[in-house]
């Protein structure tokens, strides 16, 4: 079984500022863990994502999330929050390579930037 | 490269309507492919997962129906459309030989129904 929990449902941050988008996550197996978002009316485009590789995980746009297995996070982070960024963060957990339907979405986190 | 492909964009449906949206995939071979909906202040829901030509399996009873007639084409049904139907409509793909389990999403499709 697996299971994640995005921690904040909206985030608000001013423009310039850092951005912390968290997650935790369940797994009996050895996860694959991805941070997408999502523009309004647009599909999923992947941010990131964590394979068993380095526990940090670089990505596009300047995003970041470290895998911490003794806390069982992955939270998504970013030094300076610029207004395109604004959007909806989804976390998925999936088990390492048994593919189908095995994944599972976090319920997002809408990010507000303030300029 | 890939594309995925998935059309209309957006369409507005009376009650009781049919529906059909249509999804390809473009620079693969026998993918996986996902139906997922996406309602108004909810995350994503799991409708319909393929992994190959006319093998669809239903992740939770509904209206909706889906079918693939050919391997790269995904086509998601409703036969009488309900007022519940209405949302964001997501198709993606996955390469059937990754264990990374990357989805890779379409633009979606927006369905009002009236």
């Known amino acids: 079984a697996q299971s994640v929990t995005q921690l904040d449902s909206h985030v608000s941050v001013s423009e310039g500022t850092p951005v912390l988008l968290r997650c935790n996550y369940s797994s009996s197996y050895s996860p694959s863990l991805f941070w997408y978002v999502q523009h309004p009316n647009k599909g999923l485009q992947l941010l990131l994502k964590y394979t068993s590789a380095a526990t940090l995980v670089k990505g596009i746009n300047g995003f970041e999330a470290e895998f911490k297995k003794s806390e069982t996070s992955f939270h998504l982070t970013k030094p300076s929050a610029h207004m395109s960024d604004a959007a909806e963060y989804f976390c998925?957990?999936?088990?390492w390579g048994t593919g189908r339907r095995a994944l599972t979405f976090g319920s997002g986190t809408r990010l507000q930037v303030q300029p | 490269s890939q594309t995925i492909h998935q059309w209309p964009a957006t369409l507005v449906q009376p009650v009781g309507s049919p529906l059909s949206l249509e999804c390809t995939v473009e620079g693969t071979s026998n993918p996986n492919l996902y139906w997922y909906r996406q309602a108004a202040g909810r995350g994503l829901q799991l409708l319909f997962y393929s992994v190959g030509i006319g093998q669809i399996s239903s992740e939770v009873p509904q209206n909706l129906s889906a079918s693939r007639p050919q391997d790269r084409q995904f086509i998601l049904s409703s036969k009488k459309l309900l007022l519940s139907d209405s949302g964001f409509y997501l198709c993606?793909?996955?390469?059937?030989?990754?264990?990374?389990?990357?989805?890779?999403f379409g633009a979606g499709s927006r369905l009002t129904v009236l």
């Open positions: 993606a793909w996955r390469e059937a030989a990754s264990g990374a389990n990357v989805l890779t």
């Open positions: 998925v957990v999936s088990p």
